[in-house]
Nanobody, 123 residues
Framework: VQLQASGGGLVQAGASLRLSCAASGRTALIYTLAWFRQAPGMEREFVAALNWGGSNTYYSPSPFLNGRVTISKDNAANRAYLQVDSLNLEDAGTYYC???????????????WGQGTLVTVSS
């Protein structure tokens, strides 16, 4: 499975951004696809996830993210999306998509990672 994240860039605080994750290869192996992000000097954190073949979605309980992110997918296009609304400076960082074939939630680890897309937020 190969994952390619895109859609990052420079955005103004308060704006919305939609990131895309293109999956290719043996996509039938994917059970869960997730988005993570990593700010400079910080640990990588979970943002949201979904069941690739179903409808379940999972979101970070962080109050800094809650209500501002939406994860979605288009199975026909083998793509997943992450929309982040009301961007603030703390949303800046590299956003990664990841996937795993583990069916339980949460998975113990993710086996496939994209290269990340950089989001920069200006005030």
């Amino acid at each position: 499975v190969q994952l390619q994240a895109s859609g990052g860039g420079l955005v103004q605080a308060g704006a919305s951004l939609r990131l895309s994750c293109a999956a290719s290869g043996r996509t039938a192996l994917i059970y869960t696809l997730a988005w993570f992000r990593q700010a400079p000097g910080m640990e990588r954190e979970f943002v949201a996830a979904l069941n690739w073949g179903g409808s379940n979605t999972y979101y970070s309980p962080s109050p800094f993210l809650n209500g501002r992110v939406t994860i979605s997918k288009d199975n026909a296009a083998n793509r997943a999306y992450l929309q982040v609304d009301s961007l603030n400076l703390e949303d800046a960082g590299t956003y990664y998509c990841a996937a795993v074939g583990w069916s339980a939630w949460p998975p113990p680890k993710y086996d496939y990672w994209g290269q990340g897309t950089l989001v920069t937020v200006s005030s």
